[in-house]
C-alpha cells in the first residue's frame, strides 16, 4: 500500500472550511483514497473515498489532484464535533485483502 | 448504514487471566472482520484479519498463541488475549467489511478500553 504523508495537526476556526492535505506521492493507478477520522475514544468513521475523480458527499469533498500525488479532505462548515484525528488511507480494495493500515493522521482543532 | 457493535466497551481484569471481546455486524453479514489495537496518543495497527470458516491471518509481530481470533459466523467475531499482562492494555478495535456491496469501505466497531491489574 501506498504510503501517505499528513500534517501532525491543524486548528480551524468553527464555521470556516477545514482543508485537510495529504501526500501520497508513490500511489498507483488501482489505488484509491479513503479518509476516515477517530473522535476521541471512539471507533474511526468512514468519511469518503475516490479513485481519480473529486467525490462530495453530505459529510465532506475530496480533492485528488490530476497527477493523483495528493488530496485534500475539506469539511466545509466545521463544527467544535469535528474535532478528530483525521486519516487518509491509500489503498487498492482487490488486492491485501481490504486491509487498512493507518498512518499517524491529522489532529484537527476546531475552534469557537 | 452499516453498524459494528463491541462487547464489552471496558473491561478491567487481573494479569494472567483471560478476557473475551466480542465484534457484531448488527445489519450486515461480514466475511471478513479485522482487529486493531491502539495505544494512548498512537494510531491504529492491524492485529489480524478474521476470515469467517477459516484461521485467522496475523500482522508481523502479532503473537497468534496471545490473541486467540474466531470467526465461527457472518456476524460474530471474537478475539480473546490469553494470559494478559498489564502491557496488553489497550484500547481494541474490530471493523468489518460488508460482503454484499464493492465499496470496500470497512466499518468500524467503538472499541474496547482492556486494562489488565
Known amino acids: 500500500d501506498a504510503k501517505t504523508t499528513q500534517p501532525p495537526s491543524m486548528d480551524c476556526a468553527e464555521g470556516r472550511a477545514a482543508n485537510l492535505p495529504c501526500n501520497h506521492s508513490?500511489?498507483?493507478?488501482?489505488?484509491?483514497v479513503y479518509w476516515y477520522r477517530q473522535i476521541h475514544s471512539q471507533g474511526p468513521q468512514y468519511i469518503i473515498h475516490?479513485?481519480?475523480n473529486n467525490e462530495t458527499n453530505e459529510m465532506a469533498s475530496l480533492i485528488i489532484t490530476e497527477d493523483r500525488k495528493s488530496s485534500t479532505l475539506i469539511l466545509p462548515h466545521a463544527t467544535l464535533r469535528d474535532t478528530a484525528v483525521y486519516y487518509c488511507?491509500?489503498?487498492?480494495?482487490?488486492?491485501?485483502?481490504?486491509?487498512?493500515?493507518f498512518g499517524s493522521g491529522t489532529k484537527l482543532n476546531v475552534k469557537p | 448504514g452499516a453498524v459494528v457493535s463491541q462487547h464489552p466497551s471496558r473491561v478491567i481484569c487481573k494479569s494472567g487471566t483471560s478476557v473475551k471481546i466480542e465484534c457484531r455486524s448488527l445489519?450486515?453479514?461480514?466475511?471478513?472482520m479485522f482487529w486493531y489495537r491502539q495505544f494512548p496518543k498512537q494510531s491504529l495497527m492491524l492485529m489480524a484479519t478474521?476470515?469467517?470458516?477459516?484461521?485467522?491471518?496475523?500482522e508481523q509481530g502479532v503473537e497468534k498463541d496471545k490473541f486467540l481470533i474466531n470467526h465461527a459466523s457472518l456476524t460474530l467475531s471474537t478475539l480473546t488475549v490469553t494470559s494478559a499482562h498489564p502491557e496488553d492494555s489497550s484500547f481494541y478495535i474490530c471493523?468489518?467489511?460488508?460482503?454484499?456491496?464493492?465499496?470496500?469501505?470497512?466499518?468500524f466497531g467503538p472499541g474496547t478500553r482492556l486494562t489488565v491489574t
Open positions: 508513490t500511489i498507483s493507478g488501482n489505488e484509491y
Open positions: 445489519d450486515f453479514q461480514a466475511t471478513t
Open positions: 475516490g479513485l481519480k
Open positions: 478474521s476470515n469467517e470458516g477459516s484461521k485467522a491471518t496475523y
Open positions: 471493523s468489518a467489511r460488508d460482503r454484499q456491496w464493492s465499496s470496500y469501505e470497512q466499518y
Open positions: 488511507i491509500v489503498r487498492s480494495p482487490r488486492y491485501n485483502f481490504n486491509k487498512f493500515y
